[in-house]
């Protein structure tokens, strides 16, 4: 049973456009939700997080966007670069009583490629 | 640079052997995570640790098992190994800063079972 959901493989987005990806959840006991970018023979790299209790959060050109009653997050980059050109992860994390957090629940992810 | 190092970076084994992986975290984080990178399922969380505690399990096989050290570093024992076990594994730390939740990857250990 797959708790996070990324049901685009791969996005093809020009260079200055807006790059969109999109995750899903089925789990409503997730209390943050992050997104990582991976390059080839690397590890993922913290991009940006939202908390449960907000439905947007902004870092320079990634926003983050939660609609929590449909269980859907998605990951705004404006304006992209071909630097972004890479795979994107959704996951997920439950914060446990007494701190710390659960193993990251992640999606699939989604090939981001940035055309010229 | 996340400051999490894993040695080694390449292993190549035969099936039934057993290796070992080991992560140093980032300076600090308590939390060490331990994921499995296949091609057909993704990122599987394994096992977590915390200040040397088991904290919890995910989809970890009982032919493998983790500790951490009272300097911080894991390890992760592999044993029997067959060639699906064949993956990449990456640690990841946390526990820095609050909230708690941004773990930090290493750059993973490739490990061709044939």
């Known amino acids: 049973d797959q708790q996070v959901k990324q049901n685009s493989p791969s996005l093809s987005v020009q260079e200055g456009r807006i790059s969109i990806l999109n995750c899903d959840y089925t789990n409503s006991m997730f209390d943050y939700f992050l997104w990582y970018k991976k390059y080839p023979a690397e590890g993922p790299t913290f991009l940006i997080s939202i908390s449960s209790i907000k439905d947007k959060n902004e870092d320079g050109r990634f926003t983050v966007f939660l609609n929590k009653s449909a269980k859907h997050l998605s990951l705004h980059i404006v304006p992209s670069q071909p630097g972004d050109s890479a795979v994107y992860f959704c996951a997920a994390s439950r914060i446990k009583s007494g701190g710390g957090a659960d193993g990251l629940t992640f999606g699939k992810g989604t090939h981001l490629i940035i055309q010229p | 640079d996340s400051g999490v190092t894993q040695t080694p970076k390449h292993l190549i084994t035969a099936t039934g052997q057993r290796v070992t992986l080991r992560c140093s975290p980032r300076?600090?984080?308590?939390?060490v995570y331990w994921y499995q990178q296949s091609l057909d399922q993704g990122l599987q969380f394994l096992i977590q640790y915390y200040n040397g505690e088991e904290r919890a399990k995910g989809n970890i096989l009982e032919r493998f098992s983790a500790q951490q050290f009272p300097d911080l570093h894991s390890e992760l024992n592999l044993s029997s190994l067959e060639l699906g076990d064949s993956a990449l594994y990456f640690c990841?730390?946390?526990?820095?800063?609050?909230?708690?939740?941004?773990?930090?990857f290493g750059q993973g250990t490739r490990l061709t079972v044939v």
């Open positions: 990841a730390s946390s526990g820095r800063q609050e909230p708690r939740t941004e773990a930090f």
């Open positions: 300076s600090g984080d308590l939390s």
